[in-house]
Nanobody, 127 residues
Framework: QVHLVESGGGSVQPGGSLKLSCAVS????????LAWFRQKSGKEREGVAL???????DYTDSAQGRFIISIDNANNTLYLQMNNLKPDDTAMYYC?????????????????????WGQGTQVTVSS
């Protein structure tokens, strides 16, 4: 059973940075995908960034150029470095695990393909 635990959320001013972490355990397969999603208040969950076992990453337009997804395989930790944060980035952020066949975080309904989820970490961007 895959277990995911996020940390690193908090409050930051516009233009600031945060680095989210997700401790990953229990992946038994040689191919996998890991992703960050977020859910704004009153809105549906949306994708942010994806990384696949071969290292290829994909981002939504809102994240491209500001966020960086990475993984430390030695420590089984997924990261999301968020720079130049905006008030619109305020949301609960979740990490998720899915099959290695996922190649884009931008596909409609992509969250349904992810089978394991963390409990989330809140990010608030305000002045």
């Amino acid at each position: 059973q895959v277990h995911l635990v996020e940390s690193g959320g908090g409050s930051v001013q516009p233009g600031g940075s945060l680095k989210l972490s997700c401790a990953v355990s229990g992946i038994q397969y040689s191919t996998w995908s890991l992703a960050w999603f977020r859910q704004k208040s009153g809105k549906e969950r949306e994708g942010v960034a994806l990384i696949v076992d071969d290292g290829i990453a994909d981002y939504t337009d809102s994240a491209q150029g500001r966020f960086i997804i990475s993984i430390d395989n030695a420590n089984n930790t997924l990261y999301l470095q968020m720079n130049n944060l905006k008030p619109d980035d305020t949301a609960m952020y979740y990490c998720a695990e899915g099959p290695g066949s996922i190649t884009s975080i931008r596909a409609p309904g992509i969250s349904r393909r992810f089978t394991s989820w963390g409990q989330g970490t809140q990010v608030t961007v305000s002045s």
